[in-house]
Structures are given as C-alpha cells and as structure tokens.
C-alpha cells in the first residue's frame, strides 16, 4: 500500500532563489515572503500569519532521499511483481475474495511506486529537474492521491471481506463470488479515481511560502481524512469486532483463535497505521504549528515520513511470506517455472529432443 509525495525537485530552488531582506532605521529586519504573480508583500504584524526567520529551510538529507527512492524502486517493484503472479495463481486456484483483494492491493502497490516514485521523484526530480510543465504535473498530482486512495480502500475492502467472513459466516458463504469481489474492487478504483481530481489543485509543502488558504487547508485535511483517519477507524472497529469473534470461538475449543487470513489482515493493516503516522503528524503540524517551507526541522522529518510512508508498498510480500506457508510454496514455483522457462528457452534447438532420445534410447 502505499504515499504520497512531496517533490524533491522543488528543493533544488532553495539555492537560487534567495530571500530578501528590508531593514530600516525604525523597523527591525522583517523577511519578504514571494508570492505566485512575484510581488513580495511584507508580513508584519499581521494575524494568522507564520512567524517569519531570515531564510528558507535547507534540504539537510541532501541526495539520501533520491538514493533511498531508487534502491526502494529496483528492489520493490520486482518483488510487487512476483507477490503479484503468486496471488494470481492462488486467486484462480482457490477462487477466495482474500486473495483477489490481496492481489488488487499489491497492483495498486505497483502503481504507486511507477507513479509516484519513478515519475514523481526519480524522473521530474532528479533527471528534468522540474522542466515540466505545470500543467503535466498537476495532472501527476490526480494520479498520484488516486493510487493512495485505491491501495488504502482496498485494504479497506479486505478488512470488511474478512470481518463477514468471521462474523457472519452463512451470509459471505452465499454472497462471496469472484463475481461480487471484482465489482466491488471496480466501484472503489473507480471512486479512487473521481476522488483524486480535486487534488488537481494540490500545493507542494514545500513552497507554501504564505500562509494556507482555505483551499490548500481543505485538501490537505482532505487527503488526511481520506488516507488515513477514516480507513484507521474501519481497520480499528473492524478488526476488534473480529479478534473478540475469535476468542469467543477459541474458548469454546472450536479452532484456533487465529487463522492465516486474519493474521494477514490484521499485519496489513496495522503496518499501515504505524508508516503513513509519521506523514499525517507533520502534515498537520506543518498547517498549524511551523511550515516546512521556514523550518529546516519539520522539512527535514517529512522527509524522513515520506520514506518511512512509501516503505508501505513493499513489506506485504515479507508478510506474506513470514505468515502463509502456501504462498511461500506459490513464490517458489513461481520461480522454478520462470527458470525453467529461460533455460529451455537458452538452449540451442534440438538439444531438448536428444535429451529425450537419450533417456529412452537403453530401453527401447
């Protein structure tokens, strides 16, 4: 699952945009905030206004940032991929809404890194350097908040799927189908989508040289809402309705208290929670306390929340792999057939065929 990113490219500007300065004989020295049309009003003594430091926040994880990207782009999207043909093949085998949510989790996963790591990051940040337009990179902004939504309401999905199966065992019996699952997982993608629009509008933290407007607040409270308070409250009544279910049953000696499929859950879900905390606090912390555009410390730990954040995409496959021996054992036969595959495919032709030959040639 899945972050949101706030562009390392815009950084870059600290060092040659440099922040001007009035002094007076009557005035202490006061900083001039730039504006988008390039006036520079001056904020003095004005309420709900931050207060004002001589200059902009340094990048102090200089090129750490860009590093950790790439070495988390080259290792988690091939691990995606393989939790992806693993869940495939376990989906077709079993036919369990689980697994198709699982799946659909790890696709969004997928997107996520390619959107908003590669694109986002990697290619407008370090390589162009932010020589794109503006109007491209808005339009990244939808498709960036529309792949959190959908990985973050998927795992919400997952959690109702299994909180039915728990808890009203008959009802999903007749009503789970492979059928229903897709729909649902459409409808939320779908809505993921239409809810990532408004973010069209979307103002990096780290430019808001001026205060926030009302619109720059609301999406911001927007996104946290919709990423993080809301799914958080599902994934906490939820799964508390369906642990109390368990212990109910495990004292009554019907089965063990935990199954697979909940411990899956409830490891999704909670290393959700712990890695999108950090991102949440500093954007709010950044909206009412100190801005991350003036406070070298708040730029520095958003930083440090993005990565932690987007090192949500990556941890389902070791948690798939530490709770469910059935998908270690898909993982492993997922690799022998792709090596399978490229030394038949490396061999020179003829040679499977005297292979053949040779091992029935004694016995004919």
């Not at 795992?155 to 008959?170: E, F, I, M, S």
């Not at 409808?187 to 990096?204: H, M, R």
């Not at 109390?244 to 935990?258: D, E, H, I, Y």
């Amino acid at each position: 699952m899945m972050i949101l990113k706030e562009p390392l490219w815009s950084r870059s500007l600290d060092l040659i945009l440099p922040t001007t300065v009035v002094s007076t004989a009557a005035q202490p020295r006061v900083t001039l905030l730039p504006t988008v049309n390039g006036s520079d009003p001056i904020y003095d003594d004005m309420d709900g206004h931050w207060p004002e430091i001589p200059e902009r926040s340094p990048c102090v994880a200089g090129i750490i940032p860009v590093i950790y990207y790439s070495v988390l782009l080259s290792l988690g999207l091939p691990v995606n991929l393989l939790t992806t043909v693993a869940l495939a093949r376990l989906a077709a085998r079993t036919r369990k809404p689980s697994y198709h949510y699982l799946l659909a989790l790890t696709a969004s996963d997928i997107v996520t890194q390619v959107v908003i790591v590669f694109v986002g990051f990697l290619l407008q940040g370090a390589v162009l350097a932010r020589q794109v337009p503006q109007a491209v990179v808005r339009t990244a902004n939808i498709l960036e908040f529309a792949a959190n939504h959908a990985s973050v309401w998927i795992a919400v999905l997952l959690t109702v799927d299994r909180y039915n199966a728990v808890c009203r065992p008959l009802r999903h019996r007749a009503t789970a189908s492979p059928g229903k699952t897709h729909r649902a997982i459409a409808v939320v993608l779908g809505v993921a989508l239409l809810t990532g629009i408004p973010f069209y509008w979307w103002l990096d933290v780290w430019r808001d040289a001026d205060p926030p407007s009302t619109m720059d607040k609301v999406l911001k409270w927007a996104h946290c809402l919709i990423v993080y308070f809301i799914p958080c409250n599902v994934f906490l009544v939820t799964n508390s309705a369906i642990i109390l279910r368990l212990r109910k049953r495990s004292q009554r000696g019907l089965r063990p208290w935990m199954s697979k499929s909940t411990a899956i859950l409830l490891g999704v879900t909670s290393l959700f929670a712990l890695l999108w905390a950090p991102r949440i606090c500093v954007m709010l912390y950044h909206l009412y306390v100190a801005p991350v555009h003036r406070d070298w410390r708040v730029h520095l730990v958003l930083d440090i929340a993005n990565m932690v954040a987007m090192l949500n995409t990556v941890v389902n496959f070791g948690l798939y792999c530490f709770i469910s021996k059935t998908f270690r054992a898909t993982v492993r036969q997922v690799i022998h057939d792709a090596h399978m595959s490229c030394t038949v495919k490396s061999q020179p032709q003829g040679t499977e065929v005297e292979l053949v030959l040779k091992s029935v040639g004694p016995e004919m």
